[in-house]
């Protein structure tokens, strides 16, 4: 059984910083890529950022390119998402995914895990 669990996230202020995780089970974790998306209140999910199974390739939604990043480590089953300069718009459940195509969690499809809340402070 597929299991993707998300670190807790928290609340922080405009400006600052936090690194979500993302632990994966039951997968092949070096054959998926991984991803991940946000829903904030009232709002469809969105992507936010993916990372190719080789780790090569990585995507950005537009919003977050140049601060966040995504990465990953294969020996501990983790992929990671750091977040600097936050946003109040960046408040929201961040959802880890994993599948081995990209376009198929853009998709919806996949395995997810369950969210964690990240708000972030004005």
């Known amino acids: 059984q597929v299991h993707l669990t998300e670190s807790t996230g928290g609340l922080v202020q405009a400006g600052g910083s936090l690194r979500l995780s993302c632990v994966a089970s039951?997968?092949?974790?070096?054959?998926?890529?991984m991803a991940w998306f946000r829903q904030a209140p009232g709002k469809e999910r969105e992507f936010v950022a993916a990372?190719?199974?080789?780790?090569?390739?990585?995507y950005y939604e537009e919003s977050v390119k140049g601060r966040f990043t995504i990465s990953r480590d294969d020996a501990k089953n983790t992929v990671y998402l750091q977040m600097n300069s936050l946003k109040s718009e960046d408040t929201a459940v961040y959802y880890c995914?994993?599948?081995?195509?990209?376009?198929?969690?853009?998709?919806?499809?996949?395995?997810w895990g369950q969210g964690t809340q990240v708000t972030v402070s004005s």
């Open positions: 990372i190719s199974f080789s780790g090569g390739t990585t």
């Open positions: 039951g997968i092949t974790f070096s054959r998926y890529s």
């Open positions: 995914a994993a599948d081995p195509s990209v376009t198929a969690m853009y998709n919806g499809e996949g395995h």
